[in-house]
């Protein structure tokens, strides 16, 4: 009797947004790692850190958001 056939894996949807995230994230530290403490008083770059802050808590919402959609959608 042989195995049974299995499957192939499906491709995992998430891992280009995920590889694009953590990209991103190096990036946004190495940029971070830059600020002295001249650049640091300057409004614009106090601005950009301000605009990079809001976009990290629109997309950790959007993660939660997509987490309770997805526990909601398993639940009968």
């Given at each position: 009797?042989?195995?049974?056939?299995?499957l192939p894996a499906a491709p995992?949807?998430?891992?280009?947004?995920?590889?694009?995230?953590?990209?991103?994230?190096?990036?946004?530290?190495?940029?971070?790692?830059?600020?002295?403490?001249?650049?640091?008083?300057?409004?614009?770059?106090?601005?950009?850190?301000?605009?990079?802050?809001?976009?990290?808590?629109?997309?950790?919402?959007?993660?939660?958001?997509?987490?309770?959609d997805e526990r909601?959608?398993?639940?009968?």
């Open positions: 009797m042989s195995a049974p056939a299995t995992d949807p998430v891992a280009p947004v995920r590889r694009r995230v953590l990209i991103a994230s190096a990036q946004i530290g190495h940029t971070l790692a830059k600020i002295t403490a001249a650049t640091a008083t300057d409004l614009r770059v106090l601005r950009a850190v301000a605009a990079l802050a809001d976009a990290a808590c629109g997309l950790a919402a959007a993660v939660a958001s997509a987490d309770r909601d959608e398993v639940q009968p």
